[in-house]
């Protein structure tokens, strides 16, 4: 099936170089599109009233989130993109230890070190999944805070949805979990959890979302979590005063209210994530199952030969490179670096 964008895009950011005639920059995970028309609109609409300070404490942000997702708005609290708003968590939580995968988003072990508490890194399974029966294991009473991604970052699977309610229900509730789903838009609808019914039989339990992924906005820094009691109380605790933009309201409401278009681009983002691990795979690199806008490249040596074409990935010690998808001439410039390379 063709998909069909609803207006032109732009591509991923390329520049030229003295020794390469194009340069991808394929290392933050961001959608290669810029934001959908109406959105573009209501934000530049926003900017008129510019001159004027925003909530002091953000409300009508929380309420808009909380109708679309059908929860309390005291059960919301947003913050500058999903990193800011983990930044808040973590200060709230206070100085127990940090327990999460390795690799993970790069942004934990930073915040983890600002906030205070020490990491404590559990090694991915061989299939790259979270080994959830070892993080299990490796929580104890010095434990402050889990941090799971569905989708992993940077590997993109998916952790089965029955696994992910066992474990929280293996967690003891003082222990609070961070259910990072920063890229859950990408996943096939049945594979979504049901965050009311989790959140409603685990107090400990927090959602993280942002609206920097599949809706395109990662320079307005859009992130949001959300929890119940006084948990999310302690959370929102942490919020800063005059820092929500008015112009993230009237983003957030375009692009919910543009829903057909986002799924449109979701699904181009994906059928080209598809495509290129396709003939990645044929040409040997052992590219894990993606549900997400990037793709994870087993080392040796890969990062290496991206670097070398211009193309700017996320590396990682072993070699390994992780690329965002989604703009078709990347996606090809990815494949030429690296035919041959096994």
Same mark, same amino acid.
């Given at each position: 099936?063709t998909v069909?964008l609803?207006e032109p895009t732009?591509?991923s950011?390329r520049?030229?170089?003295?020794?390469t005639?194009m340069?991808?920059d394929?290392g933050?995970?961001?959608?290669?599109?810029?934001?959908?028309?109406?959105v573009m609109?209501a934000v530049?609409?926003a900017?008129?009233q510019?001159n004027r300070?925003?909530?002091?404490l953000p409300?009508e942000?929380?309420r808009?989130?909380?109708?679309?997702?059908?929860v309390?708005p005291d059960?919301?609290?947003v913050g500058?993109?999903?990193?800011?708003?983990?930044?808040?968590?973590m200060r709230?939580l206070g100085?127990?230890?940090l327990?999460?995968?390795?690799p993970?988003f790069?942004?934990?072990p930073?915040?983890?070190?600002?906030?205070?508490?020490?990491l404590v890194p559990v090694p991915?399974?061989s299939?790259?999944?979270?080994d959830?029966t070892?993080?299990?294991?490796?929580v104890n009473r010095r434990?402050?805070l889990?941090v799971?991604?569905?989708?992993?970052?940077p590997?993109?699977?998916?952790?089965?949805?029955? =696994?992910? /309610?066992s474990?929280l229900? *293996?967690?003891?509730h003082r222990v #609070?979990v $961070?259910?990072?789903?920063?890229y859950?838009?990408f996943?096939?609808? =049945?594979? /979504?959890?049901?965050?009311? *019914?989790?959140?409603?039989r685990h #107090?400990? $339990?927090l959602?993280?979302r942002t609206f920097?992924?599949?809706y395109?906005?990662a320079?307005?820094?859009?992130?949001?979590c959300?929890g119940?009691g006084?948990?999310?109380?302690r959370?929102?605790n942490q919020?800063?005063p005059?820092?929500t933009?008015?112009a993230s309201?009237a983003?957030?409401r375009?692009?919910?209210?543009a829903?057909?278009e986002?799924?449109d681009?979701?699904?181009?983002?994906?059928?080209?994530?598809i495509?290129?691990?396709?003939?990645?795979?044929a040409?040997?690199?052992?590219?894990?199952?993606s549900?997400?806008n990037?793709?994870?490249l087993?080392?040796?040596?890969?990062?290496?030969?991206?670097?070398?074409?211009g193309?700017k990935?996320k590396?990682?010690?072993d070699g390994s490179?992780r690329i965002?998808?989604?703009d078709p001439?990347?996606g090809?410039a990815?494949?030429?670096?690296?035919?041959?390379?096994r």
């Amino acid at each position: 099936m063709t998909v069909r964008l609803v207006e032109p895009t732009r591509p991923s950011r390329r520049f030229h170089a003295t020794a390469t005639p194009m340069v991808f920059d394929l290392g933050l995970s961001e959608n290669p599109f810029p934001p959908l028309p109406s959105v573009m609109s209501a934000v530049t609409s926003a900017l008129a009233q510019a001159n004027r300070y925003p909530e002091f404490l953000p409300e009508e942000l929380p309420r808009v989130i909380a109708d679309h997702l059908g929860v309390s708005p005291d059960d919301v609290v947003v913050g500058a993109g999903a990193t800011g708003v983990a930044m808040q968590v973590m200060r709230a939580l206070g100085d127990g230890e940090l327990l999460t995968s390795t690799p993970t988003f790069d942004g934990y072990p930073i915040m983890a070190e600002m906030a205070g508490m020490p990491l404590v890194p559990v090694p991915l399974d061989s299939g790259g999944d979270q080994d959830l029966t070892a993080m299990r294991r490796a929580v104890n009473r010095r434990t402050g805070l889990v941090v799971l991604c569905r989708p992993h970052n940077p590997t993109g699977t998916v952790l089965d949805a029955a =696994a992910v /309610r066992s474990f929280l229900a *293996a967690i003891p509730h003082r222990v #609070p979990v $961070l259910l990072d789903e920063a890229y859950v838009e990408f996943l096939d609808p =049945a594979d /979504r959890l049901d965050i009311r *019914a989790l959140l409603h039989r685990h #107090p400990n $339990l927090l959602i993280l979302r942002t609206f920097s992924k599949a809706y395109g906005l990662a320079g307005l820094r859009i992130g949001y979590c959300v929890g119940r009691g006084k948990l999310i109380e302690r959370i929102r605790n942490q919020q800063l005063p005059f820092g929500t933009p008015t112009a993230s309201i009237a983003a957030v409401r375009a692009a919910y209210a543009a829903g057909a278009e986002l799924r449109d681009r979701v699904d181009s983002i994906n059928r080209e994530r598809i495509r290129l691990r396709t003939s990645l795979r044929a040409c040997g690199i052992e590219v894990p199952d993606s549900h997400a806008n990037f793709l994870y490249l087993p080392g040796p040596g890969v990062a290496t030969a991206l670097r070398r074409a211009g193309i700017k990935a996320k590396a990682y010690p072993d070699g390994s490179a992780r690329i965002t998808v989604g703009d078709p001439a990347a996606g090809h410039a990815v494949h030429a670096a690296l035919v041959g390379l096994r």
